[in-house]
């Protein structure tokens, strides 16, 4: 099978059966993201345990690149710590905008590796970012909340 057919195929089936498509209670850290370029609206939720992000969901409504890459980051991010979820922020940053680092291990991205067709429609790019915008202003939250300052 193509390897394009096969991430179509990611992106189809996660956008229409959405993983973790719920509002999470009690969410320990929650984030809006909004993309007015094309209109896409979420909410990411975090429950965490210590280090670790014991449980996390969205909700809200957009095109199917944002939906698909908000269930592929919350399938991807469950029971990860707080750390491995920062790196996979930068690395998929790096992807979607096309600054990959050689040294950037895309295979360990694993299905998330479908997004990077996006880099191919410029205005589609947000589309995918914003969950991860999102992530990483519900994650900065929480360090501040447990800095020492
Ligand atoms: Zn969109």
């Known amino acids: 099978m193509d390897l394009k057919d096969l991430y179509k ?14 509002k ?4 320990t850290r929650s984030a809006n993201g909004f993309n007015p370029l094309c209109g896409d609206k979420l909410t990411v939720y975090l429950q965490l345990d210590g280090e670790t ?4 969901s969205f909700e809200g409504s957009g095109c199917a690149i944002s939906v698909a890459s908000a269930s592929l980051m919350t399938e991807r991010l469950k029971g990860k710590t707080l ?13 979607l905008t096309g600054n990959t680092p050689a040294e950037t291990d895309t295979q360990s991205l694993g299905k998330l590796a479908a ?35």
């Open 53 to 56: 992000i014991a449980d996390l």
């Open 24 to 27: 999470l209670e009690p969410a």
């Open 9 to 22: 195929d990611i992106i189809v089936d996660h956008n229409r059966s959405p993983r973790n498509f719920r």
């Open 83 to 95: 750390a491995e979820a920062k790196t996979l922020y930068a690395s998929m940053h790096a992807l």
């Open 115 to 149: 997004l990077e067709g996006v880099k191919e429609y410029p205005s589609r790019v947000k589309c995918a970012t914003l969950c991860w915008h999102t992530l990483e202003a519900a994650l900065r939250n929480d360090t501040a909340a447990v800095t020492t300052e």
